[in-house]
């Protein structure tokens, strides 16, 4: 997309946002460097809650649109295809428990990958049992087999065993990758994973606080939400 | 934080999350390249929400301390100062009121930047008038005025309209960075950001969709969260 440079970059922020101090460290520098003129506007945080209230994230179509942008910039970046799916939100319990079942590591990763294409290049619908039946069988294993094992008891509580043992590690949103006791979540957090599998991690182990006593930089009082008069 | 190389990467995923197929294009080449083996586990989002369920993203311990580690590991990188606030959450209103009051565009970046450190670096409580004052005093500036001036109606009606104009401009969190249509949210959105000021932005225009249509890649849908049996 070709930017207008005349605009400026318009910053808007709450001082009750870490990220935001940390953007701020960053963004005036980059303005400078591209020869742009940087206006920071002060907004209430709580305001923007309220005025979103009541709805969750991905309801609210600002972000959706966002969250789609932003994900067509990492596909263009990384050269894989993303398209926009048929079938959303659909059903992902057949997909997750196939997905489960008692396969070679190959094999599970083939299905993974396979079962992903037809989501979010191929726009298939992976709730219907004769559709994910063509997709493995398409992927060289047998999906007849496999379709009915993810139907069982056993394949049910084994998704369900999954998300617990999800939740035992700390993880609260999908996609998390988790190293020995770190926890990285989504893709904006794989560049700290790398240097973290590479022994690099900037993190001082003496300065983290526990879960329950970790500064919660996202939280708004809900004073200053009544108090914008 | 020396990671255990013998650990295996634990990649949790839903199919229902594009972050997490995009996440799954750049994860096995990195096991690979680290030479770990990579565990495939796939969960149930809707369990996790359902797990988490009535609570807002910085009640939830687990992401409140993934969120303080991720910042931790941003300000090392960065090496910039980051402590844990002495007061979080606050009343952020005197702050954000007295940031867009009527002085020079240095002026206000400098005082930003006080009350950023202020916050995030010195532990000081800026919703008190006499520790506002302070700081902007030992800014170089009149922090009396200034005070006085953000107690007005005139700066509580600014800092209403400037959340309107934030919401305008499809704003829902901080920091976001606008430059011309484009929004950008996050710290982790500035890499995006410095590309649409290079203007290399990768986003093809011809395939965006419009607010009302965007795929929703964190939506769920209600059925999974009740079919879970």
Same mark, same amino acid.
């Given at each position: 997309m070709v930017w207008d440079r005349d605009h400026r970059v318009r910053f808007y922020f709450d001082y009750i946002s870490s990220n935001a101090y940390m953007a701020w460290q960053v963004i005036p520098g980059l303005a400078e460097r591209y020869g742009v003129a940087l206006e920071p506007i002060p907004v209430l945080f709580a305001g923007l809650l309220k005025a979103y209230g009541g709805l969750g994230p991905a309801e609210v179509p600002a972000k959706a649109l966002w969250m789609w942008k932003n994900n067509m910039r990492k596909a263009a970046i990384l050269d894989v295809p993303l398209n926009p799916p048929a079938?959303?939100?659909?059903?992902p319990l057949l997909s997750l428990r196939v997905s489960g079942t008692d396969v070679s590591d190959d094999e599970r990763n083939r299905m993974i990958e396979a079962l992903f294409r037809a989501v979010w290049?191929?726009?298939?619908?992976? $709730?219907?049992t004769e559709v994910v039946k063509e997709i493995l069988d398409d992927t060289g294993l047998d999906g007849s087999r496999l379709v009915e094992e993810a139907q069982s008891q056993e394949a049910k509580d084994r998704l369900k065993e999954q998300t617990d043992r999800a939740i035992a590690d700390g993880?609260?949103?999908?996609p998390s990758m988790v190293v020995g006791d770190e926890l990285f979540w989504g893709y904006d957090d794989i560049p700290y994973l790398e240097r973290c599998l590479a022994g690099k991690?900037?993190?001082?182990p003496a300065a983290v606080p526990s879960a329950e006593t970790?500064?919660?930089? $996202?939280a708004v009082r809900k004073e200053s939400r009544r108090d914008n008069s």
């Open positions: 079938f959303h939100p659909f059903n290049v191929d726009g298939r619908h992976v $709730s219907e993880v609260f949103g999908v991690d900037p993190l001082d970790a500064p919660r930089p $996202s």
